[in-house]
C-alpha cells in the first residue's frame, strides 16, 4: 500500500545537519567538492547573450563575405576546400529558396564578425549541410531557419571533424545542430530551437563526442510531446548510437522535456561538472544504453512539471530526475568503465531522485520495443531473438537491454516536500520493473525481470546523504519504504548513508 512521503516512521535515522555534512566529508569526496563550475552562481554560467567575437577584423589571408544575399553561398562556391571566410557585420541571408543553403568544402573555417548574423527568415529549412569533414563555424549568430522535426538546421548531414564554437544558435526549427565522428560542441548559446539544441545522430552512429561549456535552454518551443504523444523527440538534446561521449561544464536548463536524453546504444558516456536546472522532465535519461559515470553535477529544481502531471493523472510511476531505463554496465561492450556509475552530485528539491526501471515486456522483436527494429549491442542479427532460441542463455540474456550494475554513492540528495507544494508522489528513490505479460511468446513473463533488477543485478546505493523525508520503491509500484526498510532485509541499499529530516522553522 502506498504511503505519504511524509509518514516517516520512528525508525528513522535522525542526525544533526552538522553531522550530515561531516558523514559525507568522510568519504572519497563530498558531493561536489572537485566541481570546476557548479558551484557558482547561475549567471556565472550564462553563455548566451556573453558570447563576445574572438575575431573583429579578419584573420590573414581570410576571405570576407559582406551581407548581401546569397553571398556566403557563392563565396564558398567559388573557393577552394581549407578557405577560411570571415562574415562580415550585418545580417547574412540565403535567398528565397527554401533550399538554399551553405555547403562547405573539407576544412573550410566560418568566423563571425561582432554582429554577424545567418537569417533564414523562417524560408530557408538549413544554415550549413553537406558531408564536408573538419569544417570550423566561430562567432556566428545562425537565427530563423524552419527545419523539420528530426533534422538540423547547423552540419544537417553529421560531417565528421566539426567544431562548431562560440556561436549563438536560436529560434530555428528541429534541431539548433547535428552531430558527425570527432564533433566538439564547445561554448555555444543553443537557445529556444523548436526540438533540440543538439540532435546527436548519424546513420550507422557516431563516436568521439564532445559537448563542453555550452547553455542548453529553452529548447522544445514546438512542445513535440503534444504534437506527437509518445514520439520521445524532445529536449535539450537528443543522443541516439554516439559511442564515446564527454559532457562536461554546460548550463542545461528551463528545457521543455527532458535536459539530456541518451536513447538506444549510446555508450561510454562521461556526464561530468553540468549544472542541470528547471527542466521540464528529466534532467538526465540513460535509456537502453551501456557504461557511463554520472558524477560532479548539480540537479537542482527539474522534474517538476513532469512529476505533477503524473501525479495529477494519477500515476505513481517514480519519475527520476535522472532516470536509467534498460540501461546499465557491461564489460563486453568497451568503454571506460564496465559500470554505470552515478557520485559524487548534488540533487537539490526536485521532483525525485535517481529512477532505475527495466521494462520487462521491451526486448528485441517484442512489439513493446520502442526503438523499433534495433537490438541491444550484444546480438549482431535481431532475428535471433525469437523462440525457441531466445528462451535459452546466451540469448535469453543479450536480446534485452538491462539495467545492471548500477552503483549509486557519495551523491547528496536534498528534498523539502514544501518548496514543491508536494507531499506524495514526490521525493522517492526507486529501482522497479513490470510484471511481464507481453508478447505471449515472451520468455520473460511473471516477476523474472522484478526479482533481476531488484535483487540479482548489482544495482546498488551506498554512502549517499539524504536530507528530507524521502521514500523508496524496490520491485514494483506498490511497494513504498522508509530508510529503514529499504536499508534492511531483503534490500539492503544504501549502507552506510545518512538519513536526516529537513531542520523545522518552528
Given at each position: 500500500m502506498a504511503r505519504s512521503a511524509l509518514a516517516l516512521t520512528a525508525a528513522v535515522v535522525l542526525v544533526e545537519l552538522s553531522?550530515?555534512?561531516?558523514?559525507?566529508?568522510?568519504?572519497?569526496?563530498?558531493?561536489?567538492?572537485?566541481?570546476?563550475?557548479?558551484d557558482v552562481a547561475d549567471d556565472q554560467w550564462a553563455v548566451c547573450d556573453r558570447i563576445t567575437t574572438d575575431h573583429p577584423t579578419p584573420p590573414a589571408g581570410a576571405v570576407v563575405v559582406e551581407p548581401v544575399d546569397g553571398g556566403v553561398q557563392g563565396a564558398t562556391a567559388e573557393h577552394p576546400a581549407g578557405t577560411t571566410f570571415w562574415l562580415a557585420p550585418g545580417t547574412h541571408t540565403l535567398g528565397e529558396d527554401e533550399f538554399g543553403q551553405v555547403m562547405p568544402k573539407d576544412g573550410n573555417v566560418y568566423l563571425g564578425a561582432r554582429d554577424a548574423i545567418l537569417d533564414g527568415r523562417d524560408r530557408n529549412r538549413y544554415a550549413f549541410t553537406g558531408d564536408a569533414d573538419d569544417v570550423v563555424l566561430r562567432n556566428l549568430t545562425v537565427v530563423n531557419f524552419v527545419a523539420p522535426r528530426d533534422e538540423g538546421v547547423v552540419n544537417h548531414d553529421s560531417g565528421d571533424g566539426w567544431v562548431i564554437e562560440h556561436n549563438t544558435i536560436q529560434n530555428n526549427g528541429g534541431a539548433a545542430l547535428m552531430a558527425g565522428v570527432g564533433q566538439v560542441v564547445r561554448g555555444n548559446c543553443l537557445r529556444d530551437n523548436g526540438q533540440y539544441g543538439i540532435?546527436?545522430?548519424?546513420?550507422?552512429?557516431?563516436?568521439?563526442?564532445?559537448?563542453?561549456?555550452?547553455?542548453?535552454?529553452?529548447?522544445n518551443t514546438d512542445d513535440w510531446e503534444s504534437q506527437t504523444p509518445g514520439c520521445g523527440c524532445t529536449g535539450g538534446a537528443k543522443f541516439w548510437a554516439v559511442d564515446g561521449a564527454d559532457i562536461r561544464d554546460n548550463w542545461v536548463h528551463d528545457n521543455r522535456g527532458a535536459g539530456l536524453w541518451a536513447d538506444t546504444n549510446n555508450n561510454d558516456f562521461l556526464v561530468e561538472r553540468n549544472l542541470f536546472e528547471n527542466n521540464d522532465a528529466e534532467a538526465f535519461f540513460y535509456e537502453t544504453s551501456y557504461n557511463a559515470v554520472i558524477r560532479d553535477n548539480v540537479f537542482r529544481g527539474n522534474t517538476i512539471v513532469q512529476g505533477r502531471?503524473?501525479?495529477?493523472?494519477?500515476?505513481?510511476?517514480?519519475?527520476?530526475?535522472?532516470?536509467?531505463?534498460?540501461?546499465?554496465?557491461?564489460?563486453?561492450?568497451?568503454?571506460?568503465t564496465d559500470r554505470l556509475e552515478i557520485q559524487h552530485n548534488t540533487f537539490e528539491h526536485n521532483w525525485s531522485g535517481i529512477t532505475l526501471w527495466e521494462n520487462a515486456d521491451r526486448f528485441c522483436n517484442s512489439p513493446a520495443n520502442t526503438s523499433t527494429g534495433h537490438c541491444t549491442k550484444l546480438v549482431a542479427e535481431p532475428g535471433q531473438c525469437t523462440q525457441p532460441a531466445i528462451a535459452q542463455k546466451p540469448l535469453l540474456d543479450d536480446c534485452r537491454w538491462k539495467t545492471q550494475r548500477v552503483d549509486i554513492h557519495d551523491n547528496r540528495f536534498t528534498f523539502d516536500p514544501a518548496a514543491l507544494n508536494c507531499d506524495t508522489l514526490c521525493g522517492r528513490m526507486a529501482v522497479l520493473s513490470n510484471w511481464g505479460t507481453y508478447p505471449e511468446w515472451s520468455p520473460y513473463m511473471?516477476?523474472?525481470?522484478?526479482?533481476?533488477?531488484?535483487?540479482?543485478?548489482?544495482?546498488?546505493?551506498?554512502d549517499n546523504v539524504y536530507v528530507g523525508p524521502w521514500t523508496f520503491t524496490p520491485y514494483d509500484r506498490s511497494r513504498v519504504l522508509q530508510p529503514p526498510e529499504w536499508q534492511g532485509d531483503p534490500y539492503q541499499?544504501?549502507?552506510?548513508?545518512?538519513?536526516?529530516?529537513?531542520?523545522?522553522?518552528c
Open positions: 553531522s550530515v555534512v561531516a558523514a559525507t566529508a568522510a568519504g572519497a569526496q563530498v558531493a561536489g567538492a572537485q566541481m570546476s563550475r557548479t540532435n546527436a545522430y548519424k546513420p550507422g552512429g557516431l563516436a568521439s563526442l564532445v559537448v563542453e561549456g555550452n547553455e542548453i535552454t529553452g529548447n502531471a503524473f501525479a495529477g493523472r494519477g500515476d505513481d510511476f517514480p519519475v527520476g530526475t535522472v532516470y536509467v531505463s534498460e540501461s546499465g554496465g557491461d564489460p563486453r561492450v568497451p568503454a571506460r511473471g516477476q523474472a525481470v522484478q526479482q533481476a533488477i531488484t535483487f540479482e543485478q548489482e544495482n546498488t546505493w551506498r541499499q544504501d549502507v552506510c548513508s545518512a538519513f536526516t529530516l529537513l531542520p523545522t522553522t
